[in-house]
């Protein structure tokens, strides 16, 4: 996402409604399908699960996204997993191919199976900077005209770096000097993180997130609701 701008050329300011998580750092890609697999094959070997698939719906998900298998026999259904990290992708043109994720048990040769896998949009994060977030506006209507509202926002983080610090604003005009600090939302320190999470009731009209006290660098995704 880009950096708060406040010019007038600025792009137009996205509207948070009740119940629609939005993105001040980062983004989840609702216009692109969860990726689907049918699975041919299951194995294990040093207790790494290895599924022969296919995709059917969907794009090559990355390595560290999250899958999830259902309905294979073998092994008295050891390979039914439930967001369970991907370790390795290799996959063809035609999105056959195989698919890894860590799993305790005895070596198990390949064999033939049948069951589904599902891997969701993971959310895609961007690398840490300092500074303030584009901002996001509440819409009146969805609220029925009422500004006092739970708002919660969290960091998500892809790496951690050393330290930093994320903190949520709010303005009743989108001008920089205008926005006050309303909470943390998200600390890390000595490279873990100590607190994340912040929950408010507020009435602004306008909201952001303020990123600060970098050492090192990581990734992370910053996403509020109402």
């Not at 699960?49 to 969907?58: C, D, N, Q, S, W």
């Amino acid at each position: 996402m880009p950096a708060f701008n406040n010019s007038p050329f600025a792009a137009a300011i996205r509207l948070l409604y009740a119940g629609v998580a939005e993105y001040l750092w980062g983004s989840w890609p609702q216009d692109v399908s969860p990726t689907k697999f049918y699975v041919t094959s299951v194995a294990i070997a040093a207790n790494v699960a290895t599924l022969g698939v296919t995709i059917y719906e969907g794009d090559v998900p990355a390595v560290g996204s999250l899958i999830s298998v259902q309905g294979t026999q073998n092994n008295v259904g050891a390979f039914n997993v439930t967001n369970v990290p991907l370790t390795a992708v290799a996959l063809n043109s035609a999105g056959v191919g195989t698919v890894s994720f860590a799993l305790v048990g005895a070596n198990f040769g390949i064999a033939g199976d049948a069951g589904i896998a599902i891997v969701p949009q993971p959310v895609r994060t961007e690398a840490i900077a300092a500074g303030a977030s584009v901002p996001v506006a509440m819409s009146n209507n969805s609220f029925g005209g009422d500004l006092d509202r739970t708002v919660t926002a969290q960091a998500i983080f892809g790496s951690l770096p050393t330290a930093v610090t994320v903190e949520l604003q709010g303005s009743m005009v989108n001008n920089d000097a205008d926005f006050v600090t309303l909470g943390t939302i998200a600390t890390v320190a000595a490279s873990a993180v100590t607190a994340n999470g912040l929950t408010v009731v507020a009435n602004w009209l306008f909201y952001r997130a303020l990123t600060s006290g970098i050492t090192g660098a990581g990734t992370y995704a910053v996403v509020i609701e109402a």
